[in-house]
């Protein structure tokens, strides 16, 4: 009998701890238990042309893409893919952001480069000389920190308003290039430099404007670095195919997007 109150007092401190852990791991079951509904917007560096094989939507959809990868490995509930090879802004608004609902958990978006002519540009600088390169690169840089913001801004706007309680996560776009010597075919050192610094440039615009929307910006140039076009193991195309040229490999997306991805949604 003289242990009864001590029995009590253990009992009631067991009581006690029981009720506080099942405190701390309902939030945690709840929150682990969230569905996760995912939508991935945006060009072709989303849409994962480079990576093939294609379906028959006429956007150049690959499942190799970083987008279907990473649905494929969080077990989503749900997974939306209206990204399409070409699109600039307005196409996003006009025709993707359909794709949103107020239960969309995570949105993904690459976008702008087209916006800022990257495919003109790029001709140019191939095909063209160091001067029409240089024009065509600074015509491009004026234009995605002049002209670009205001249409980033809507973009973001109209993802929020379809989509308000979506986390939104802007990825950005590699450097094409390495600048070493890689043969008398290949650009000039000189244009892959400029070709790059017009890639930091967007890199700079596109991380302010997603900064000031609420949204988190991942990084892709640190991810690709010593894989461009001129590396020995590039994860970016050359001139191997016509649609496909400049656009990450299946490596690419597999081992440069998708860990950018991973690094913020981890």
Not at 179 to 187: D, F, I, P, R, S
Not at 196 to 206: H, I, K, R, S, Y
Not at 226 to 249: F, K, M, Q
Request: glycine residues 8%; charged residues 15%.
């Amino acid at each position: 009998m003289p242990h009864r109150p001590l029995a009590r007092a253990l009992a009631a401190l067991v009581t006690l701890l029981t009720a506080i852990l099942g405190a701390v791991a309902v939030p945690a079951a709840a929150q682990a238990a969230a569905p996760l509904h995912y939508v991935a917007l945006g060009d072709s560096y989303s849409s994962g042309v480079g990576a093939g094989p294609y379906d028959w939507s006429g956007c150049l959809r690959s499942q190799k893409s970083y987008a279907p990868l990473w649905a494929a490995a969080n077990n989503v509930d749900s997974f939306r893919f209206p990204a399409c090879g070409g699109a600039v802004t307005a196409d996003v608004i006009n025709n993707q952001v359909s794709s949103l609902s107020s239960t969309t958990t995570l949105v993904t978006i690459t976008i702008g480069g087209n916006d800022a002519g990257f495919a003109d540009v790029i001709t140019s600088c191939r095909l063209g000389s160091t001067s029409e390169c240089t024009n065509a690169v600074n015509e491009a840089k004026a234009f995605a920190t002049g002209t670009l913001p205001g249409r980033l801004d809507r973009t973001y706007a109209a993802i929020r308003e379809r989509a308000p309680n979506a986390r939104l996560i802007v990825l950005g776009y590699p450097r094409l290039f390495e600048t070493n010597y890689c043969g008398l075919l290949a650009m000039s050192t000189y244009k892959r430099t400029i070709l790059n610094e017009a890639a930091d440039t967007l890199a700079a615009v596109t991380s302010a404007r997603a900064a000031a929307a609420g949204a988190t910006f991942a990084d892709t140039r640190p991810t690709f670095a010593g894989h461009g076009v001129c590396a020995a193991t590039p994860w970016i195309r050359d001139i191997s195919g016509l649609i496909e040229a400049y656009h990450p490999n299946a490596a690419g997306y597999r081992d440069g997007y998708l860990p950018a991805l991973n690094a913020v949604t981890r």
